[in-house]
């Protein structure tokens, strides 16, 4: 079993910044891969961005490449996305997902377990 726990989320202005971080526990696997979800009200969960354990691949959904970082820090296991240039069309909850697929894998139904979801706003 894993835990999830997202952080970080809040009002910020269009154009401004947040991080977001995840922090897993539990008995995790040898081979994982992370990812960020999100949902607005109104609209079915979509994939953000995702990462291997080993942090050595990335993988981003276009609405964000150049705007969002997602790294990972296994000292630490948690997961951070950092986004810049903030949308009003980025307000959402997100989630943090874990999957013990071990390659980065975009369909929701492939992660295991989820965290119970920071809400993001961005005021235009």
């Known amino acids: 079993q894993v835990q999830l726990v997202e952080s970080g989320g809040g009002l910020v202005q269009a154009g401004g910044s947040l991080r977001l971080s995840c922090a897993a526990s539990?008995?995790?696997?040898?081979?994982?891969?992370m990812a960020w979800f999100r949902q607005a009200p109104g609209k079915e969960r979509e994939f953000v961005a995702a990462?291997?354990?080993?942090?050595?691949?990335?993988y981003y959904e276009d609405f964000v490449k150049g705007r969002f970082t997602i790294s990972i820090d296994n000292a630490k296991n948690t997961m951070y996305l950092q986004m810049n240039s903030l949308k009003p069309e980025d307000t959402a909850v997100y989630y943090c997902?874990?999957?013990?697929?071990?390659?980065?894998?975009?369909?929701?139904?492939?992660?295991?377990?989820w965290g119970q979801g920071t809400q993001v706003t961005v005021s235009s």
């Open positions: 997902a874990y999957t013990g697929a071990g390659s980065i894998v975009v369909a929701a139904a492939w992660y295991d377990y």
């Open positions: 539990g008995r995790t696997y040898n081979n994982y891969a």
């Open positions: 990462i291997t354990g080993s942090g050595g691949s990335t």
